[in-house]
């Protein structure tokens, strides 16, 4: 079992900026997630990773106050969330890209960057822009208009230009082909390794996942059930697949559901 | 209900959806996807987010345009609106329950039991009612499910588990003949999910066949009988489980190609 | 042609009138998914304070007010009203609307028409029901084009209302606050992920609407003078022209209410020529906005654009009554003990009572049960009297049948008016619904070749002899005919619990619940909702027969939209879900025993309106399950408590416990 690295975050010298404190979180009072607890540095990924209805939503929903915390504490920069509202924590600096991308189907892309960043900063939109120099050709074109890939890179740049401190990106590969997800992902890693902004991940594609991030966090069922380094993870990847599919179906791959 | 027992299935029996393709704008839910559910089988659809298994689940009971052929025991059902689908027998469950949340669990499964219209208003006001006339039909559909002592709860009040399994039994009050499970497990810890396919597998050899979608692959790939995947709305794969667990293309849907990795 | 143009052009009066409101309607929607029915109420406000500062130089508030020893100039009273109206907004978003942003969408309708109901009474209070005289702020005269004079005050109010049009699209197209409010509400989470206060929006929102608003109503009100009746209503064409833009596009708002204003004038042209029926002369102007909804509504087919917010609370909860024979006796007799203790206009406000009672019925059935709005239910009453009226003096129709066959013809209307419940629901129906009720107030109940202004009389009801009448003699109110309402409404009470008890009411509940799980289910929705309808109908329809056989003749005053909405207000206040709610509201409603009480005693009669606006605001906002809801909620909570021990509180924690140890692979 890939076992202490998983205590040893890359940059464990620097305070986390995000941390979550034996949280749990769920709806009208029964907790989709129970006794959650991981941290994010500067610079660092964290892949959050877990078949569906595991909780990852749940989990980053709770980090961006979207979801009531029932126990345990979220801190950013080492201060609990409160009772701040969700808004208040995205200006503070914790910036969700939800599942459904969070943009604005009405809306150009000038417009987004336009509520994109609080004052004009046209050093970190050249620097953004940069990265996804597809979006300067779409300025004037609605998002609803666009296609899926570009809509996410809209999605992400639109969040790197408020200069997060925190970057939580839900499910980005959703209805994306893996090639697209493929070029993006290292991309957004090296930017969040340049700026130093802690980046989360939620994704299906476990490989590509792992194969960028600094640290895997695996759930089921509501529950962390195997974190460690990505590159061990990665190695292990039987141990992946068993936190997945369940273990006893690998054990016993035809008996046990005859009845 | 049907009796699957006394013959071998025709072709005819059960569901057949042939080449149905929804179109959401310009994006392709569902790409020609043909899927067959005899009485008495379970079918499994799976794939990852996204890749149209809801919407066929909602183009097949009628809740989404689709084109394509739908014949339930023979009959054509693609032009019916949705209560009509259900009433020629076609079921289906929500992934989010949608139970009735302010009406009783026994409510609930009445509801689907008795649909209402002018001639039930009639005996409403004028026929006089019988005690309890309603509590059996909720106690057997919760039997065929396995949940009991909680017909007078409010569904809000029931536990996620517990509300999908009252879909279910929802679903069946009344009479099914194919039941569309959307994502039934999702909730339910991996106890209860394996409690909940013997249930799957025990309502499909009373009678009915069954399309199940969920993420449990150990319960999908457990309990049924044929399996098809989706990926981006086009059907990669159909067989059984067994083929299903050792396909690369179904490998690489769920968990992704493996790729160079990039780390040192 | 030329007298055409000319009508043409006085139309673009209305229709800057209705610029002002539905730019102002869809802004307030865009930034807070609300419908406010009291947007025309509210830009009256300022303008009222406006038209009275230059009438004689007081300064009206609310309570109180101040006398300027000079009338001040257009300029100053002109900024005054926008000062007032932009307080007002401010005062109105975070008291009314604030606290209900993520409350059902029936809280939201019926908060904005406590704002409306209350707002129109305190204008009656404060300025006087009477239509008040304002000099023109624009110049007078005329242009000469194509040989015909066209008046000059028009054409500029029609291009002051444009160019301010154009400065809140530009709002929304260019400043981030704006941009922000467009995208809140296409995606208000997304919005809040990125740090937007949608409160903030929304508050910004909201003054504008309200001061684009007055200002409108400032310059109109110098065409045709100001009355505090049909500038509130003016909101029903402006919510017309908000569907016609599909709540989206403000350029469309803009041509759409220029068309309807010269539509309607041209029709107000036309009514007068001699080859135009006479029976069609009367309220074809809100005909037409009805008309031109239904149209784009069977048109365009698909849904309109709802918007989405973060989360949304229940509806109040429904108990399924149950028939319990001892508490209905204990119910009759005292509403028999009620009657006989009481003679005359106490006796009077005790029957009106049961009969509102009915009525708030009605809308336990549609809206507690079924969950659809419907702002028509005075219309359908209504419809039964003017019915009865004919039946009863022209056909002689005996008792009994009379009274059912004018309900039945209630029922036939309201299944009309069902058949847009069937594309549309939620604030939209209710849209719907009034512009009908308006419609089939101004075309048929002031119809004068159907509903004569002499009067509609009806025949006293008779049955085996027995004299029904609720006057003879001396007697104002007599016992026979009390007896008579209370028997009706007891088998109706009793009909309604058999049918909420039983499969039909399952059916009403699930609908309300979820319509999609309710087609899954097999239960077809579009009849259930016909059923729902038709059934609420017939009860208004009884109801307003009653009321028909109380005054012994009816007139278009009996059955106003306004009439129609203190009931609704007072059916919520008292719980619109349960028959011990539609008592409440006959106990509280209009002309009932409160009422009588009111004024009989405390001589506050003319206070009602607004007493009642304000508790149905206070109702909405603080306790949306109504007054029998609480009622019965602390019921509940005393049975709990008795039963369970000291422990159990009213919100017991049902869901999980102690979380379950697992063994950690980690």
Redesign the interface.
Known sequence: MPESPAQEPTEASREPLLETVDLAAGY?G?A?IRGLSLSVGPGEVVALLG???AGKTTSLLAMVGLVRPLAGEVRVLGAPLGRRRPHQIARAGVLLVPDDRGIFYGLTVREHLRLAARKADAERETQVLDRFPVLRKLEGRRAGLMSGGEQQMLAIAKALLARPKVLIID?MS??L??KIV?EML?AIRDLAKEDGIGLVLVE?????A???ADRGVILN?GRVVLTGA??DL?RDRHLV?AA???A??FAD??G??A? | MSDHSASAPSAQRGLHARELTVRYGGLVANDSVTIDVEPGRVVGLIG???AGKTTFVDAV???TAAEGEITLDGARIDAL???ER??AGL??T?QSG??????SVA?NL???A?????R??A???FVR?RRGAGDEVAARALEVVGLDGVADTLA??L??GQQKLVGVA??LA?GAEVLLLD?PA??L??MES?AF??RV?SIADSGPGILLID????LV???CDIVTVLE?GKQIFTGTP?EA?TDPTVVAAY?????????? | MGTFLQFVVLGLGLGSIYIGLGTGLLLVHRATGIINFAQGAMAMWGAYVFAQLRVDGRLVFPIGSIEFARRPTVAVAAVIGLVTAFVLGLVVHYLVFRPVRNAPVLAQVVVSVAVMITLQALVVLRFGANNIDVASILPEGTIHVLDVDLPTREIIMAAIMVVLAAAVWAYLRFTRAGVATRAASENERAAVLMGFSPDRLAAVAQVVAVMIGTISVMLGSSLTGLNPDNYTLLVVPALAVLLVARMESIGVVVVAALLLGAFQSVIGLLVTKSWWPVWAQSGLDQVIPFAVVMVILFVQGKRLPSRGSLQTL??P??A?PKLKPIPAVILLVLGVAALSLTTGTYRFGVTTSIIVMLLALSYVVITGYLGQISLAQGAFAGAAGFCLSKVTTEWGVPFPLSLILCALVATALGMLVALPAFRIRGAQLAIITIAAALAIERFVFNNYTLTPPEGNPIADATLLGLNLGVREGRDLSRMAFSLMVLVVAAILVW?FI??AS??????F??V???E??????????R??KL?GFA?SAFIAGIAGCLIGFSRGQLSAESFTVFAGLQVLAVAYLGGITSVGGAIVAGVLGPLGIVYVLLRGVFDLGEYYPLISGLGLILTAILNPVGIAGATREQVDWVRSKLRRGPAAGPSAE???AAPRKEPSRV
Request: proline fraction near 5%; charged fraction near 20%.
């Open positions: 009208n029964v989709a078949p569906n209805g499910e959703l209805g082909a893996p493929q290292p299906q594609h476990i490989e590509l792992l194969s960028i069922h990505a590159g990665l697949e997945y599919f369940g006893e179906q791959t035809e046990t559901l009845g | 990852p987010n996204g009971s009628g809740f609106p949705p209560h259900r009433a079921s289906r929500w949608e139970l009735f949340g302010n009406l409510e009445l509801v689907a008795r649909t209402g219209g002018w039930t208003l005996r409403d006001i009612r809000r009040d536990t996620l929802r679903a009344g994502e999702a909730g810890d991996s394996q396919a013997a597998r993420h449990d692959m150990s790939l457990g309990v981006f067994a667990r968990l992704g190609a493996p790729v160079e990795a990039s780390h040192a | 229940r509806l909860d429904v399924i009909v058999r049918v039983g499969d039909t009411g399952r059916t509940l699930a309300r619940a979820n999609r799980a309710a087609a899954s289910s097999g239960i077809n929705v009849k259930t059923i059934i049902t869901g999980s």
